[in-house]
């Protein structure tokens, strides 16, 4: 079983509407989740970081369940410039602090 | 502020060439990482680095060797470069601790003929 794992989609959404992104990990002992955003032939770049409990930041909203061991990503309103690679990144227990990246969700929103 | 900047941008080796890819940031980051980056397979980490004068392997080491001799760089070496390590490669850097956010290079892109 893969570390991380996601849908790599491609996901191809109207302007406007909303989108979901699932996420799961398997070390139960991870300590930090993020979500980072990669455009096409760029390097990656920090989206948001993941709290337990849930936090927003504007269009968009993340989710952790530790006792399922999955993270989520909502993001509403959808815009063209939310096109691009998303990849769920989970931080290892204390001691092992390498990130581990899942292989990306591709999203094109389409006008 | 450069950030992490990687050296070179783009290269092209022949098969059994070796080569070193050099990663320097400026924000004064204890942990370095090297990962590379290929179709269907995601960032997959090499090596990576706690502190300077430490090194430590990643998912997929073998082929690599690293050195962090000063805080602020982080290179990777290819001692006979074969096919398989065409990709992108990629270096972030980021301050001790679980929590917080790596900052990346822009990558370099190689090819092995």
């Known amino acids: 079983r893969k570390e991380v794992e996601q849908d790599p989609g491609p996901f191809n959404v109207p302007e406007g509407a909303t989108v979901a992104f699932n996420c799961t990990y398997s070390?139960?002992?991870?300590?930090?989740f993020f979500w980072y955003r990669q455009d096409c032939r760029k390097e990656p770049k920090l989206l948001m970081s993941?709290?337990?409990s849930g936090n927003e930041d504007g269009r968009f909203t993340a989710q952790l369940n530790r006792a399922s061991q999955y993270i989520s990503l909502l993001i509403r309103d959808s815009k063209l410039s939310d096109s691009a690679t998303y990849l769920c990144?989970?931080?290892?227990?204390?001691?092992?602090?390498?990130?581990?990246f899942g292989t990306g969700t591709r999203l094109t929103i389409i006008p | 502020n450069a950030g992490v900047t990687q050296t070179p941008k783009f290269r092209v080796l022949k098969t059994g060439q070796s080569m070193t890819l050099l990663c320097a940031q400026d924000?004064?980051?204890?942990?370095m990482y090297w990962y590379r980056q290929d179709p269907g397979m995601g960032l997959r980490l090499i090596h990576y680095?706690?502190?300077?004068?430490?090194?430590a392997k990643g998912e997929v080491p073998d082929g690599y060797n690293v050195s962090r001799l000063k805080k602020q760089n982080f290179l990777l070496g290819l001692e006979s470069a074969a096919p398989s390590q065409t990709s992108v490669y990629f270096c972030?850097?980021?301050?001790?601790?679980?929590?917080?956010?790596?900052?990346f290079g822009q990558g370099t892109r190689l090819t092995v003929v």
């Open positions: 924000m004064n980051h204890e942990y």
């Open positions: 070390n139960s002992a991870s300590q930090s």
């Open positions: 972030a850097s980021g301050m001790q601790g679980a929590n917080t956010e790596a900052f």
């Open positions: 990144v989970v931080n290892g227990d204390f001691g092992n602090e390498k990130l581990t």
């Open positions: 993941v709290y337990s």
């Open positions: 680095s706690v502190g300077e004068g430490t090194t």
